[in-house]
């Protein structure tokens, strides 16, 4: 049997980390979120350093999204990445988290420091450099999220009311009766 799989994903600043951690909470389920900075470890090298080798070679992403997809597979659980919902396209519920640039920006502000407008140009850069990296690895437009059950503006709701409306949907989507033939 198949198991129950949340797969949520967003862009840098939506809040997927945080929410897909307090969704598993909320379920007693796993939290798969297998990143470049545990392949680095894995690997023993520095996280700088596999950033440098993934930029010049795609087999880093496609390792490392290979390998989160397969530890998703194992059980009930929470996966949280930007690729989610579509490196584990029969996951129960796919959720995508969006939210504007500038809220995104002060999120990340928020958590890192340093200046608002320099976090703001550097993720309108890493959300280019992804989107095209995204496309040219497995021809994925992360800007187009049709494939998802669930879409959230964090704009909207903070960290604990994104999760509960995922957990919702989640709990409705297990409970709701079978369809009458």
Known sequence: MMPKI?????KSGCGNTTASKLVAQKLGI??????????AEEKGISFAELLRLASED?????????????LARMQDCVIGSRLAMWMVPDASLKVYLRGSPESRARRIHNREGGSLA???AFTAERDARDRMRYRDIYGIDNDDFSEADLVINTDKWDALGVASIIVEAFRNLNTRAPAQG
Request: aromatic share 16%; glycine share 4%.
């Open 6 to 10: 949340i797969a949520i994903s967003g």
């Open 58 to 70: 795609f087999s880093y992403d496609r390792e490392l999204d290979r390998h989160q997809a397969e």
């Open 30 to 39: 796993e939290f798969i979120n297998y990143t470049f900075r545990t392949m």
């Open 118 to 120: 320099e976090v703001m």
